[in-house]
């Protein structure tokens, strides 16, 4: 038994309960007991403590699109890399990248950017893979990282025409062994997806073979419209618009998760809510895209169950909050959009994704809810309460503001010191394989 108290927590329940002087108490994977700290603390008395030092309690944070490949591509210059638009940035960049990635790439990216997580309080991440160099065997790397740092993950392959036949039927395969491998896993820390890059790259016929191979408890996790050139082609290529063609090949639904979603119009919007697919919005790949911003106003109007996202931009959510809060102020020219539509895709929309995905639940701090709980150790200067705690989040704190962090009852970060885990050795390795890559990439 853990208990994590002396701090103010905030719990996300359905009634915004938040106590001043706050404790949770964690039995194995779950949570037990949540309440005043005097409370808690008679309750169990022989309970190991966690001491919040005075900051702030929290459920764990969720990222519900990334790209973990691209950890490696920070720091890199391509010799005439010169991009004007994305088409530019994705083959210049990123499919190039990927056709360069080994499996040793991968599981050096995976433990990068869990370990950036855990330091960030991000206990959850749904993860859109692509690594055209090693096909095989490339979200197992991934999985061995996610269960060596903590990190609850959500896995998929990204399925594309652009380097031939043989190479997508090979992704096709990734997908399927690990999406049955992730079936059998009863831990709640794993799951599999069926990964698609984008409408554009994806024939009919690649798409109805997908179909005949995917598992039915599976869903699919693609990019829908993230740029013109993706509806442009959709209508040029085949008569109808992205959204409505990707339905009529049976790729949306409850599982699914349509990311991005950003020139669709309204048609495509109730099509997204008819068949209960999932929307996750990334605002600063969008902005450092130059892509667009989406209609998540309108689309959460709709009642579209939406989440928030990085595209790997960053692994700090709370940073993504930031730039999305701002990013459709901006948009709508109305300083007060957003004010309650960011937090809710952040803090709620999240944790109903990975219930979707995962049968968990998480991003409360009540019984019967995964032990998944963070410290920031933010202390405010102005009254705090449930009502308020989101305005203290946004303008108080930071990812790097979190000095403990719990994933699945597992303590990953106790007061900034990542347990069991040897950092320095893992970026080490990293700088030598991202040089590596680099050089690769420039001798090619």
């Not at 016929?205 to 993706?230: Q, R």
């Amino acid at each position: 038994m853990i208990i994590i108290g002396n701090g103010r927590l905030i719990t996300r329940d359905e009634n915004n309960t938040y106590f001043e002087d706050g404790c949770v108490a964690v039995d194995g994977t779950v949570i037990s007991a949540v309440g005043p700290a005097d409370e808690i603390k008679a309750k169990y008395p022989d309970a190991e403590f966690v001491d919040a030092k005075g900051g702030v309690i929290m459920p764990g944070l969720i990222n519900t699109h990334d790209h973990i490949y691209s950890t490696m591509a920070r720091g890199m210059d391509i010799i005439g890399y010169d991009p004007h638009g994305l088409l530019d940035i994705l083959d210049g960049l990123w499919w190039t990248l990927d056709r360069h990635l080994t499996n040793e790439d991968n599981y050096y990216s995976a433990l990068d950017t869990y370990i950036d997580c855990v330091k960030l309080g991000v206990t959850t991440v749904v993860d859109h893979h692509a690594s055209y160099g090693e096909i095989e065997g490339s979200l197992f790397a991934l999985e061995k990282a996610a269960r060596e740092i903590g990190v609850r993950t959500s896995l998929c392959y990204e399925v594309s025409d652009r380097d031939g036949e043989e190479k997508m039927k090979a992704a096709v395969k990734e997908n399927v062994d690990f999406i049955k491998h992730a079936h059998e896993d009863k831990t709640g820390m794993i799951h599999g997806m069926f990964g698609l890059h984008a409408a554009f790259t994806l024939s009919d016929s690649t798409l109805d073979y997908c179909n005949s191979l995917k598992p039915d408890y599976a869903g699919y996790h693609v990019h829908v419209a993230e740029g013109a050139l993706d509806a442009e082609d959709s209508v040029e290529k085949h008569g109808k618009r992205v959204v409505e063609r990707l339905n009529d090949m049976g790729i949306l639904g409850p599982k699914s998760l349509a990311v991005h979603s950003i020139h669709i119009n309204e048609t495509e919007q109730n099509i997204l809510k008819e068949t209960d697919s999932m929307v996750v919005h990334n605002p600063e790949s969008n902005m450092g895209n130059a892509v667009g911003a989406p209609d998540v106003l309108g689309m959460h109007a709709r009642g579209i169950l939406m989440g928030l996202g990085t595209d790997g931009y960053t692994n700090d959510m709370l940073e993504s909050y930031k730039v999305a809060n701002i990013l459709h102020k901006h948009a709508t020219q109305d300083p007060t959009a957003a004010w309650t539509e960011i937090p809710q895709m952040l803090f709620e929309g999240n944790a109903k994704i990975t219930e979707r995905l995962f049968g968990v639940k998480t991003g409360v701090l009540a019984p019967g809810y995964a032990a998944d709980v963070i410290i920031s150790d933010y202390i405010p200067t102005t009254p705090m309460n449930g009502d308020n705690c989101n305005s203290h989040i946004l303008f108080g704190m930071s990812g790097r503001s979190i000095i403990t962090t719990m994933a699945n009852g597992r303590i990953l970060m106790k007061d900034r010191e990542l347990i069991g885990i040897d950092e320095e050795a893992i970026l080490a390795k990293s700088r030598e394989l991202a040089a590596k890559l680099t050089s690769r990439i420039n001798s090619r």
